[in-house]
Structures are given as structure tokens and as C-alpha cells.
């Protein structure tokens, strides 16, 4: 199941243990002269609620030329550029702050591709939509939040998470195909989950103008009588994969726009190719 970091809230709760002898409080407290008795405390003020910070949602186009056309090179991309290629937090709204940024080695073979989709997998043995192929190249990626300050500790709320992924172009078209196959493939299935038994959902739908290739990814979890829907936006940029996964107050018009925003980024500040 897709994952994402969220910062948990652990609940402090404060209260009074009373005594086991003889006489029960409230009964030594009615015994006792109005004139000594303490005076109800006073209640502590509850903290207001922060106001949550306002999620701009992009107002540039939906769509980010691609590479294709133009025979970019095969040039591929360190950790660290594509660490320096991400949206700032400013992207995503006021008051959001970025988590530390993830760079590293990126790997997909065909056996972590079997274990991610293992529930989907069933009696197929040896699925072909699984892809033969390992991918090896360099991943950076980070995540937008807005934190709720008021709780101890704090509650993070993932607004988006961005990821970019550099590997050779031909390697780049094959995986973002596989992707797009094995989600085909497994449009329902039953996960375990820690207390039970959740439902995934996936959908696609292709997103014109955006890249070299591109498609929308609909995931919907059921679990308990609730569904949560999470979109990620999936895009070919040359060799440079670029995905968009939304968070908290899911919106997919705001997916695909920071997508395309992202993408154009990629073409212009790493391939260096004017817009």
C-alpha cells in the first residue's frame, strides 16, 4: 500500500487518582465547614485552534512540453540536481513547511515490483504486466505540510509529496509503461491491514499535453465504512519521471497543475531547454 510520512499526535491526558481508605472524598468534603472548603479551581482556558494555513492551489497550465520532439540527450541526473529541481513549500501555500529532502540511489526491480503487489498477484504465478526489467538510476523527493502546533507533540498534515526520478530515457519510457500496466491489471484487491482487512481501488486517466507521456492515477482505500482518495499525477519528462502525489484535502485539478508546474521545471532547469 502507497505510503507516506505523517507526523503522529500522541494524545497527553492528565487526571486525578483517588484514594482507597475508609472515607470517600466526597464524603470527607461534605463533613468539612463551608468556611475551610477550597474554592472550585478555575478552569484552565482551552488553546484556540490555529487557524489551518491556506493551500494555494496553482493557477498555471495544466499541461508541460515534453523532450521527445527535440532528441534530448541521454544524459541523466544526480541525487543532488534533482534535489535542487523540487518545488519549494511556497509552491503548495502560505504557512506549509518542506520536510527534509530524501536523495538517493533508485532501484525498481521485478521482485520489489512482486512484493508492492503482492495482493494483487493472486494464482498468477509469473505475470508479464509485472515487467522483466530492474530500473537503476537516482530519486529525490520530499513532501509540503502544514503542523497543527497546538497539540504536543505538533501534528503534521501532508498537503503533497513530490518525487523525481532519473534514469536513461529508454529505461524512463519502459517503467513509466510497466507503472501504468500493472495498475491496469489491478483495478481491485483486498490488503491486510494492522486490525483487519482494507479494500484498494486504482483508475487511471490519460492527461493530454503534459510531457512526453502522462496519466492520473486514482487510488481509493476502503477500510471500516471509510475511503480515502489519494491522486498521484505521473509524467515523462525525457528521462526524468516526475510524480505528484497528493495528500490531506486531496484535489485534482491542484495534482496535476503542480505536476505540470513540476515538469516544466525539469525541462527548463535541468535539461536546460527553454519553455
Known amino acids: 500500500m502507497r505510503g507516506w510520512r505523517t507526523a503522529a499526535l500522541v494524545p497527553v491526558l492528565a487526571g486525578l487518582l483517588a484514594g482507597c481508605g ?7 468534603e461534605a463533613k468539612r465547614p463551608a468556611s475551610s472548603r477550597p474554592a472550585s479551581p478555575t478552569p484552565t482556558p482551552t488553546r484556540p485552534e490555529a487557524p489551518r494555513p491556506e493551500v494555494v492551489l496553482p493557477t498555471g497550465p495544466a499541461t508541460a512540453p515534453g523532450l521527445d520532439a527535440v532528441a534530448a540527450d541521454g544524459r541523466t541526473f544526480s541525487a543532488e540536481r534533482l534535489r535542487d529541481a523540487l518545488l519549494p513549500a511556497s509552491a503548495f501555500g502560505r504557512g506549509l513547511e518542506r520536510d527534509e529532502v530524501l536523495a538517493m540511489p533508485f532501484e525498481s526491480t521485478r521482485e ?26 537516482t530519486t529525490a523527493s520530499t513532501y509540503a505540510s502544514w503542523v497543527d ?8 498534515h501532508i498537503v503533497v509529496t513530490q518525487v523525481l526520478v532519473s534514469l536513461r530515457p529508454e529505461a524512463a519510457r519502459a517503467l513509466h509503461r510497466v507503472e501504468l500496466d500493472i495498475l491496469r491489471h489491478c483495478p481491485e484487491f483486498a490488503s491486510d491491514m494492522e486490525a483487519g482487512s482494507a479494500t484498494e481501488r486504482y483508475r487511471t486517466e490519460p492527461l493530454e499535453g503534459l510531457g512526453d507521456e502522462a496519466y492520473l492515477e486514482i487510488q481509493d482505500i476502503s477500510y471500516e465504512g471509510d475511503t480515502r482518495t489519494t491522486y498521484t499525477a505521473h509524467v515523462r519528462v525525457g528521462g526524468v519521471l ?11 485539478d491542484a495534482t496535476v497543475r503542480w505536476a505540470a508546474q513540476l515538469a516544466r521545471d525539469v525541462r527548463g532547469d535541468l535539461y536546460g531547454i527553454s519553455r
Do not use: T
Open 242 to 252: 516526475v510524480r505528484v502525489i497528493s495528500g490531506e484535502g486531496a484535489d485534482r
Open 112 to 137: 520489489q515490483r512482486r512484493g508492492r503487489w503482492s495482493y494483487c498477484l493472486e494464482s498468477e504465478a509469473d505475470p508479464a504486466w509485472l515487467g522483466p526489467a530492474a530500473y537503476r538510476g
Open 149 to 156: 502546533r497546538n497539540h504536543a507533540p505538533p501534528r503534521g
Open 22 to 28: 475508609a472515607d470517600r472524598p466526597e464524603a470527607a
